[in-house]
């Protein structure tokens, strides 16, 4: 089971991409591609279209992006943010059947999308025969195993992390991806830490909407809402007293396909 986009935690989501944390994600990917006017990118899983705007902005009138997302929910939203972008087309499908031609996109970029696909070969397949020679993927997943709140008792933090373990398939992508890269015949292969800790939980902190996602979801995997309750009472007393922490482990991964 994992998050459901369509639901409340879909605008958690997109809380957390307009935060901090989200803003320094889609510098760091628009920073990697080196995108020309003209270009033609697919950013896969584009959720709320954060990033969209910017890449639309890159590529000019004469290029094109493809947005791709399973959720109607967030295409929605994504729809109403870029809607003053005529050079923005929505797929609504997932990751592994974008339906564009072979060869078609000077640029893939993916932010915290393949980690939730059960199965992520397909999904990189697809990729691969989109993408075309010498272009580039650039992708943002989380070490999931670094992900952690600090200052609640430690048998109960351990319980709500190992319960919110079950969110995403795969919690170390990271690892596993320049090899799955590398069988598919891309080079260059660059790893890049966006690794970041918060010791407060101010109004827009990636780490009040974490902990926010983490509660909602325990709460599916059969924790007491009295624990959840006094989860955040603890986090918030640690807070208080100074010894509040959170920590992320996202990694930027950049790659090209060899020319074939």
């Given at each position: 089971m994992g998050v459901d986009f369509d639901?409340?935690?879909?605008?958690?989501?997109?809380?957390?991409?307009?935060?901090?944390?989200?803003?320094t994600r889609r510098n760091a990917i628009l920073n990697e591609l080196q995108i020309q006017a003209g270009n033609t990118i697919i950013d896969v899983g584009c959720g709320a279209g954060h990033l969209l705007t910017h890449l639309a902005k890159a590529v000019g009138d004469s290029g094109t992006i493809y947005g791709l997302d399973p959720s109607k929910a967030q295409l929605d939203q994504a729809r109403k943010r870029c809607s003053e972008f005529e050079n923005i087309n929505y797929i609504e499908k997932n990751a592994d059947q974008s339906q564009l031609e072979n060869n078609s996109?000077?640029?893939v970029t993916s932010t915290q999308a393949l980690e939730y696909v059960p199965d992520v070969e397909p999904a990189l397949d697809e990729i691969t025969r989109i993408l075309k020679s010498g272009g580039a993927f650039v992708n943002v997943s989380i070490l999931w195993d670094h992900f952690k709140f600090y200052g609640a008792d430690e048998k109960l933090n351990g319980k709500v992390h190992e319960a919110y373990r079950a969110h995403c398939s795969h919690q170390m992508l990271p690892m596993e991806l320049p090899g799955k890269l590398e069988r598919r015949g891309f080079e260059n292969i660059k790893?890049?830490?966006?690794?970041?800790?918060?010791?407060?939980?101010?109004?827009?902190?990636?780490?009040?909407?974490?902990?926010?996602?983490?509660?909602?979801?325990?709460?599916?995997?059969?924790?007491?809402?009295?624990?959840i309750l006094d989860w955040k009472s603890q986090l918030e007393r640690a807070e208080q007293q100074g010894r509040f922490g959170f920590t992320s482990f996202p990694v930027l991964t950049s790659a090209s396909l060899s020319q074939r």
């Open positions: 639901s409340d935690l879909g605008k958690l989501q997109r809380l957390m991409a307009e935060s901090i944390a989200g803003t996109c000077n640029s790893d890049r830490s966006l690794a970041f800790v918060i010791t407060r939980r101010n109004g827009n902190s990636p780490a009040r909407y974490s902990e926010a996602l983490m509660a909602n979801f325990a709460l599916t995997q059969g924790l007491s809402a009295e624990e």
